[in-house]
């Protein structure tokens, strides 16, 4: 394609690894000419891999996973970014655009303890880690008896404070679980209707200059059409919803043939508070259909639910 090679910037965990390496080994599929040596892998540090003792919505801020990220982008550094979507703000740095939706993984989540095979059957007062404020609001929407205390790190340093016994149970996505080949782990996996999934969960975004057609070009080959829709509708929700990475929302799209089924969540972060909302339609109206359950749910949650959502933390 082209003389020099092409730099992939991507975080240095073994998923954020796994998934470039995904990345190459689908691009040298693509393109039968290209060589292994002609894709350089470049690994960049962000701030949500190096402040690792507090909550990510306490640090605040939005594209924790991103920014060093999209700065090499910006400045020529690297050509492509591989990204858990999941982790990434709904608008882009201008001049930056996401070209590519490689196809979702299971969006899921999975539980994981040494002590009970499943949520239901934790004994009452049972200590659950995660970091994430939509897994501890609906854990104690389903089971106010737990105690969910924070608990960060990477999947690897999860698994191993679970099995140092810092907590009963973890929770964590199937997605990055099969992708670092450890879903033997896995004690049970969450129905999505207990436990809905993050927005873009699962899915592994492609991220380039948009000036740059010879890489959007390059990429092409690896979009998956139905992927690049769900998220699409996902994120729109999001975006309508996002004051603030402290607001517990959950959604999940799915796409059968033109026809696409969203269903979304907002939740207060102590579970007692929940407002869900579906929607269907077709694949081409997949924004309008996300921002307009967006609407739907602030609406109905109302002025007084954002005031002590902030005001509670
Ligand atoms: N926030 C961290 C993060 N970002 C992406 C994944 C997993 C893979 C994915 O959802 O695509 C994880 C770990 C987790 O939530 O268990």
């Known amino acids: 394609m082209q003389s020099k090679p092409v730099r992939i910037g991507t975080r240095g965990s073994r998923l954020?690894?796994?998934?470039?390496?995904?990345v190459k080994r689908r691009l040298?599929?693509?393109?039968?000419?290209?060589?292994?040596?002609?894709?350089?892998i470049v690994v960049i540090s962000t701030k949500g891999d190096r402040i690792l003792d507090r909550p990510l919505s306490e640090i605040g801020g939005k594209g924790l996973f991103t920014e060093?990220?999209?700065?090499?982008?910006?400045?020529?550094?690297?050509?492509?970014?591989?990204?858990?979507?999941?982790?990434?703000?709904?608008?882009?740095?201008?001049?930056?655009?996401?070209?590519?939706?490689?196809?979702?993984?299971d969006p899921r989540d999975a539980f994981i303890s040494?002590?009970?095979?499943?949520?239901?059957?934790?004994?009452?007062?049972?200590?659950?880690?995660t970091a994430s404020l939509r897994r501890q609001a609906q854990i104690k929407a389903l089971r106010p008896?737990?105690?969910?205390?924070?608990?960060?790190?990477?999947?690897?340093?999860?698994?191993?404070?679970l099995a140092a016994g810092e907590v009963d149970a973890t929770l964590l996505a199937l997605a990055g679980l099969k992708r670092l080949g450890l879903a033997?782990?896995?004690?049970?996996?969450?129905?999505?209707?207990?436990?809905?999934?993050?927005?873009?969960?699962?899915?592994?975004?492609?991220e380039t200059r948009i000036e740059d057609e010879l890489v959007r070009e390059f990429l092409a080959p690896l979009n998956h059409r139905p992927t690049e829709i769900a998220v699409t509708a996902e994120r729109a929700l999001l975006a309508t919803l996002e004051g603030s990475c402290?607001?517990?929302?959950?959604?999940?799209?799915?796409?059968?043939?033109?026809?696409?089924?969203?269903?979304?969540?907002?939740?207060?972060?102590?579970?007692t508070q929940m407002f869900e909302t579906r929607r269907e339609g077709h694949v081409n109206d997949a924004a309008a259909l996300g921002a307009d359950a967006g609407l739907e749910l602030k609406s109905r949650a109302g002025d007084a639910f954002f005031a002590t959502l902030f005001g509670s933390l």
């Open 145 to 161: 008896d737990l105690e969910v205390i924070t608990f960060r790190g990477n999947v690897e340093t999860r698994l191993r404070k």
């Open 16 to 22: 954020a690894l796994a998934q470039t390496e995904e």
């Open 68 to 105: 060093e990220i999209e700065a090499g982008l910006l400045d020529g550094s690297i050509d492509l970014a591989v990204h858990s979507l999941k982790d990434m703000p709904t608008s882009l740095p201008d001049g930056l655009m996401l070209s590519a939706f490689l196809e979702r993984e």
């Open 246 to 271: 402290r607001t517990p929302i959950a959604a999940h799209a799915e796409v059968a043939g033109e026809h696409l089924t969203l269903i979304a969540r907002l939740l207060s972060v102590d579970g």
């Open 184 to 206: 033997d782990r896995v004690t049970a996996v969450l129905d999505p209707v207990d436990m809905l999934p993050a927005v873009s969960q699962g899915a592994i975004a492609l």
């Open 114 to 129: 040494p002590r009970a095979k499943s949520l239901a059957e934790l004994p009452p007062g049972a200590v659950v880690g």
């Open 28 to 40: 040298l599929f693509a393109h039968p000419g290209l060589r292994a040596e002609d894709i350089e």
